[in-house]
């Protein structure tokens, strides 16, 4: 019998970190076929992933330019994954959350009329435009896709709502968590000589991961600002900031926190260096919809440097508040948590409603199960409530 082919198609970072501890899943069940192919929509950032994670790919189309449009990624990822699907003829094609490369593998999938899983399936914020391009990418996922690994009930509930048959989605947690459970170690040591220096027991610190394409221009000098408020109100905090390579966020970023003697400002870190210094920070500052999942699991209170989240369950769980883009509500929520133990320990304690570190095994039995392979479906995620 000829085993099924899957073909996953990954594009970035945060894809290929979420995706990495399915793709080995699937690479260590012999029931299966796995075939991995990257656009390379980011470059530097998605090979220290695959490096950390021991993954190499089948096929690479490197498409990446300095500057690259939408428009530019989808054609093409969509040109390039053509003659791959066609040569490879997998059974069943896999996409992860909402890039421009998740888009264009479900085109991609769909044209080939190939059967489409979506994972991290269902997140809504019900404005199209926030996240930008974001939004409307998944909702155009979830019409095309055959098989919605959701992370949350949540998740699934959107998914429905929309008329998406019950059959089809199913409740696996973030795999995210997953890759967390292999990345965060107590006795990780930076390769960064600049983070090798910092005393985590004598200063707070504040990480701030800021890049998103709606915070460019003034949102973003907004945050600055008020870091710069948060730095001056508590001196016993420490910022560390590592900065995208987008030269718009780059150019904000440095004109306003560059020299101050506690704003450390780094190069964009190696998943395992990121996780660590999480898992080391005292708060968390984001506009990064991936980061509002893992911190959770670390027991991290994270600020969301946003109008809007899809990933609400943060919010009523209380691991995570949103703070907007505005100097005035970032300080002001920032300083209560720097203010208030207690106030800190709520959202440090509160249980994490992404994951249980199991969502791969649980997609994969899926996959299985799609094929005939297993009798029976995986009971699906319920985060523990205390």
Known sequence: MTLPKIM??????????????????LRETGGVQEVLCLTAQH??????VLSLFNLTAHYDLDIMKERQS??????RALEGLEEIIRQEQPQLILVQGDTTTTLAGSLAAFYHKIPLGHVEAGLRTGDKYAPFPEEINRRLNSVLADLHFAPTVVARDNLLREGVAEGKVFVTGNTVIDALKTTVRPDYS???????????????VLLVEAHRRENLGSPLEEICRALLDIL???????????????????????????????ALLLEPLDPLSF????????????????IQEEA???GKPVLVLRELTERPEALKAGTALLAGTGRKSIVQKASALLQDTDAYNAMARAANPYGDGRAS????????????????????FAPHED
């Open 232 to 262: 001056q109100a508590f001196t016993d905090t420490l910022l560390i900031f590592p900065v995208h390579k987008n030269p718009a966020v780059r150019s904000t970023v440095y004109k306003y926190l560059q020299g101050h003697p506690r």
């Open 296 to 298: 959770p699991s670390l």
């Open 70 to 75: 939408l428009t530019y990624i989808t054609t």
């Open 43 to 48: 470059r530097e950032m998605l090979d220290q």
């Open 275 to 290: 996780h660590n210094l999480m898992a080391r920070s005292y708060l968390i500052l984001t506009d990064s919809g991936g």
């Open 8 to 25: 996953s198609i990954i594009g970035t970072r945060p894809e290929a970190i979420k995706m990495a501890p399915l793709i080995r899943a």
């Open 190 to 204: 930076f390769p960064d000589p600049l983070l090798q220096n910092v005393d985590f027991q004598a200063c707070r």
């Open 361 to 380: 095994e649980r997609i994969r039995d899926i996959i299985l199960h799609f094929f005939g392979l297993r009798s029976t479906l995986p009971e699906p």
